[in-house]
């Protein structure tokens, strides 16, 4: 039997997402999912769900969201205020990182990121949207997946299914103040991504290439969940390139003819007609995805054998810090 949440109030752009579709870009469907991915399987592990059950993604701002039944939910990715009122009247800050039990009756307000730029609210049994091409990942521009292919809006209804949780209700749970955090949003400025040299890299002119590295890039406010708009210096190809549509992938850097990089983030389309100068690496993607228009970062080169390291250390961190914080809950 399903449970039930309402949304008095939505924020600028919520969407259902899980891992989104990786098996289907040979027909030309995206891969979409959540754009922060790590903080996504941070939220579901914490309330005991596999890494790919649903999350909702609240982007900048959040929503006002009335629980009909009792739940038990985990918040993770962007710092901001959240606040779970009960039916009582009594208020509570729930921090994020960590799994909390929701009462039947209780409203919670997602307040504006204040670092950051994407929330993942999961909660025990995941959201429970239909599955299309094998996925509950909403994609906005071919409107399909998640909620009615669409954000949410104030008045819409999500389900979920009842589950048993085993994580207690007692007093010390609630007031112990533990939590998980394994990525620090990153700061309107200072923040680095790694990046692997795209097959196009040695056909910038040389000083393209420092550049490259050694300015930094702004994101656009023309940017969303299929890729950034940057901000930076105006790069040089050493002789004219033409080339036809490649596979590209989240994280490939593009440059269009006027010089400007192209960052594609999860809804970007399989193939591209833009020369591919550079990757950021897969552990950097989560980063990536909690920049916001207006912040700036800039780009460090490193080897296949540095990024592979630095995934597996990722997952190593999430296992880890994982199995710390349940033990120190449960002593």
Request: glycine content about 10%; hydrophobic content about 40%; some cysteine.
């Amino acid at each position: 039997m399903s449970r039930q949440v309402r949304v008095l109030r939505a924020g600028l752009m919520t969407t259902v997402q899980d891992l989104g579709r990786p098996a289907t870009r040979h027909w030309g469907v995206p891969v979409g999912g959540a754009m922060d991915q790590l903080s996504h399987r941070l939220a579901n592990r914490l309330v005991g769900n596999p890494d790919n059950a649903a999350t909702l993604e609240m982007t900048l701002t959040g929503d006002v969201l009335q629980w009909e039944q009792d739940a038990v939910i985990a918040i993770t990715g962007a710092s901001l205020r959240v606040v779970m009122e009960s039916s009582h009247g009594s208020a509570k800050l729930l921090i994020p990182g960590r799994p909390w039990f929701v009462p039947s009756g209780s409203r919670i307000q997602f307040g504006t990121v204040q670092r950051g730029c994407r929330s993942y609210v999961a909660i025990a049994g995941g959201w429970d949207v239909p599955e299309v091409l094998g996925s509950r990942s909403t994609l906005l521009r071919s409107q399909f997946g998640g909620h009615c292919g669409r954000s949410l809006r104030a008045g819409d209804t999500l389900s979920y299914p009842a589950h048993n949780t085993t994580i207690p209700r007692s007093d010390r749970t609630v007031t112990d103040d533990w939590y998980v955090q394994l990525l620090q949003p990153p700061a309107a400025t200072g923040t680095s991504l790694r990046f692997l040299p795209g097959t196009h890299f040695q056909r910038l002119t040389s000083e393209s290439q420092r550049l490259m590295q050694q300015t930094e890039f702004e994101v656009r406010a023309e940017s969303d969940r299929m890729g950034y708009r940057l901000q930076g210096p105006s790069l040089q190809f050493s002789e004219f390139l033409q080339i036809r549509s490649e596979a590209v992938l989240p994280g490939t850097l593009q440059m269009p003819p006027d010089g400007q990089l192209l960052l594609l983030m999860s809804d970007c389309a399989p193939t591209g007609g833009y020369p591919r100068v550079g990757h950021v690496i897969s552990a950097d993607l989560s980063i990536a995805a909690q920049l916001k228009p207006g912040d700036h970062f800039s780009l460090c080169e490193v080897s296949l054998l540095e990024a592979q390291a630095a995934l597996r250390l990722q997952e190593q961190q999430l296992e880890g810090a994982l199995r710390l914080a349940f033990a120190s809950a449960n002593r």
